[in-house]
């Protein structure tokens, strides 16, 4: 026998799995059998959310966590020909991607060769994310405002340029660097530093390219959309804690924490931000034969001039998705299929009222180097806030630590204080030794203009 803690991965899964619940009273299910790509915190969350579903008929995470047991299957996700075959085999109707990596690599150009529907965008247009100075020429081609930049394959001139604008400055890897090849540097010497540190490799062929922006003050919050190609439905707004410690010091990581709404988003911001932004981008990737279908993620800096664009990430944000998820009414698996039909128009979005918290459980060290294999015990119960699996695995039965980002706890309620509330009660209850995570994730929203 497992011990509880595993049991509570399964019971969860169980438990929101539509499909499985039908058939158990002779009820008849979906049709649809989907596949979901990754084994982050985004990823079970997904699972968590599709598995709930009455179109579902079987659900496959490759290859999951501890989190997503009921469906996981043993395939990396950058394996994209082993990913085709299953898909093939299995008669996956839809799957969808989780991280950027597989999308950068073509995964879903893979798909459409072998005739399988897919969520996400070709290898040409996840060159948003893949590429900071690819999306940098978008943003200028579709007038979008952002951030003054320049792109360096040299790290003297690089310097120099820096040396020229001065500090506060931010540098950025050029590639994918799992979220975290940003430095904001607030002095001359930090930023001279950062040069070396992208671009002699701490970020690997990331940093081989430099993209230096200047720096904008404001708030920042992440708006995710759904995209078909033609137009987009944004999702609910969520405000991010990248830096590793409270108070938003030390150094970048890839979130430690979300919640959403955060109070200082507007109906008119987001009006703004759908016309002035994201159908402009949509429009330029039309036009140059690379339409954009999947999650289209902005990270905008709200200033004193209006929203900004940082950068596009082409995919689910993690941890945003797992607050994301848990406020959305709507089943997410007839939008996602209308997205690979352009049929996006067609179908509507209802969001919950109540705020949503997601406390993220890192392991010691993290960003940097981080213990593994540490035991972990979940509480027996905890109602409706959900413990979403990142770095997780089970051995001898056991559930223990496999990642960095380790759990995402997420909680609801009718108001901020009450959600976090809430997820750190949660927090409290679980047992896992020298866990870091931050105390203060939603305290901006509670002084929002302060």
């Known amino acids: 026998m497992c011990p509880y803690t595993v049991v509570n991965s399964m019971r969860d899964a169980e438990l929101y799995d539509a499909s499985q619940l039908s058939r158990r009273r002779g009820e008849i299910v979906g049709n649809k059998r989907v596949l979901i790509v990754g084994n982050g915190g985004r990823e079970h969350a997904l699972a968590w959310k599709l598995a709930q579903s009455p179109e579902l008929e079987r659900l496959f995470v490759a290859p999951g966590n501890a989190g997503t047991v009921l469906w996981n299957v043993a395939i990396q996700a950058q394996d994209i020909s082993a990913l085709v075959e299953f898909a093939l085999k299995e008669k996956i109707d839809l799957t969808v991607v989780g991280p950027e990596d597989p999308l950068s690599s073509g995964i879903v150009d893979a798909f459409y060769e072998a005739g399988l529907r897919i969520f996400g965008p070709t290898q040409a247009a996840a060159q948003l994310e893949g590429s900071k100075s690819f999306a940098k020429t978008i943003m200028e081609s579709a007038r979008i405002p952002t951030a003054k930049w320049e792109m360096f394959e040299d790290p003297e ?53 430099l993209v230096i922006e200047e720096f904008l003050e404001g708030q920042e919050v992440s708006l995710l959309c759904f995209s078909d190609g033609e137009m987009a439905y944004p999702m609910v707004p969520v405000q991010d804690h990248k830096r590793a410690l409270e108070g938003d010091l030390g150094l970048n990581t890839g979130g430690m924490g979300t919640y959403s709404p955060p109070p200082i988003w507007t109906a008119e911001i987001e009006a703004n931000v759908m016309r002035d932004l994201v159908s402009p981008t949509l429009q330029v990737m039309r036009e140059r034969g690379t339409p954009f279908q999947g999650v289209l993620f902005l990270g905008l800096m709200l200033t004193e001039q209006g929203p900004k664009l940082l950068e596009y990430n082409v995919r689910f944000g993690d941890p945003e998705t797992q607050v994301v998820m848990k406020r959305l009414k709507s089943d997410i698996l007839p939008i996602l299929w209308a997205c690979t039909e352009g049929r996006l128009s067609e179908t509507r979005l209802e969001w919950k009222e109540d705020v949503a918290v997601c406390v993220v459980m890192a392991a010691m060290g993290y960003p940097l180097a981080y213990t593994k294999g540490v035991p972990i015990r979940l509480p027996e119960n905890y109602q409706d806030t959900v413990i979403f699996h990142a770095g997780t695995g089970i051995s001898d039965g056991q559930l223990i630590s496999t990642g960095g980002r380790v759990l995402g706890i997420t909680a609801e309620g009718k108001t901020l204080h009450e959600a976090r509330e809430k997820a750190y009660a949660l927090v409290n209850q679980i047992d896992f030794p020298k866990a870091h995570f931050r105390r203060d994730i939603g305290v901006k929203g509670l002084n929002p203009y302060k």
Do not use: H, W
Not at 157 to 163: C, G, L, T
Not at 173 to 180: E, M, T
Not at 186 to 207: K, P
């Open 157 to 209: 001139q690089a310097k120099n340029y820096v040396r020229t604008i001065g500090a506060p400055c931010v540098l950025k890897a050029d590639g994918l660097a799992a979220g975290k090849g940003v430095i904001v540097a607030m002095d001359l010497e930090s930023a001279l530093q950062a040069v070396d540190e992208i671009m002699e490799g701490g970020f690997g062929t990331a940093g081989k390219k």
